[in-house]
């Protein structure tokens, strides 16, 4: 899927969510996002930090902006390598870097969100098992006919976000936990006649 040229695979035919074919203008990068990551339950706990930090930027602003500056960002925080982020003890620099989303407030987050996320996973053992312990494992699937019918939180996402920012995560709020918890796979929101659906996979 990868090797596809950018042609091919805005032009394939396959069924995919209105979200990343239809509502937003399709791109190469959201459509290998959606193809092949959103939606698919992950319990690694680099792959968990780097998609949290992305939501939060992600506020305010378009999901297909946060994708083409994903490699960038991956570059600015060390493949985003929890304990090496939680390290930086400056973002002055980072200011500077115009190939990411320069927000003092996001960008100070991200390092404290790091520290946050290495607590979790010393009291919890990983982050995963932190964050899934809210669904007790399981993978809700609200079985989606029409975007349109997605929210954009419930309850969960509310609880969650209540609990993280309890234990100090900032930018946090219920939407954006409820992206996550969409991105992640904890939340099944791919429309049921989506190919990428992972009940059709």
């Known amino acids: 899927m990868r090797n596809q040229q950018p042609a091919l695979l805005l032009n394939d035919q396959k069924k995919r969510c209105a979200w990343a074919s239809e509502i937003n203008k399709p791109s190469p990068e959201m459509i290998l996002y959606h193809d092949l990551e959103w939606g698919r339950p992950s319990h690694d706990d680099r792959y968990l930090f780097e998609l949290l930090c992305l939501e939060t930027y992600q506020a305010g ?19 985003f390598e929890i304990k090496r982020v939680a390290e930086v003890t400056s973002i002055e620099n980072l200011l500077l870097n115009k190939d990411i989303i320069r927000n003092r407030m996001k960008l100070s987050a991200t390092v404290n969100n790091a520290k946050i ?19 007790n494992g399981k993978t809700i699937d609200n079985h989606v006919l029409n975007h ?4 954009s939180e419930n309850q969960l996402s509310i609880n969650i976000s209540k609990q993280m920012k309890k234990t100090g995560f900032k930018f946090t709020g219920p939407v954006t936990i409820y992206s996550y918890l969409q991105a992640v796979g904890i ?12 009940d059709n996979i």
Not at 61 to 79: G, M, Q, T
């Open 148 to 151: 349109a019918d997605i929210p």
């Open 187 to 198: 939340i099944n929101d791919h429309q049921i006649d989506c190919q990428f659906n992972p």
């Open 61 to 79: 602003l378009s999901w297909a902006i946060v994708l083409k500056k994903r490699d960038a960002f991956r570059r600015a925080f060390f493949n």
């Open 117 to 135: 996320f290495l607590k979790i996973e010393k009291e919890y053992g990983s982050f995963a098992d932190y964050l899934w312990h809210f669904t």
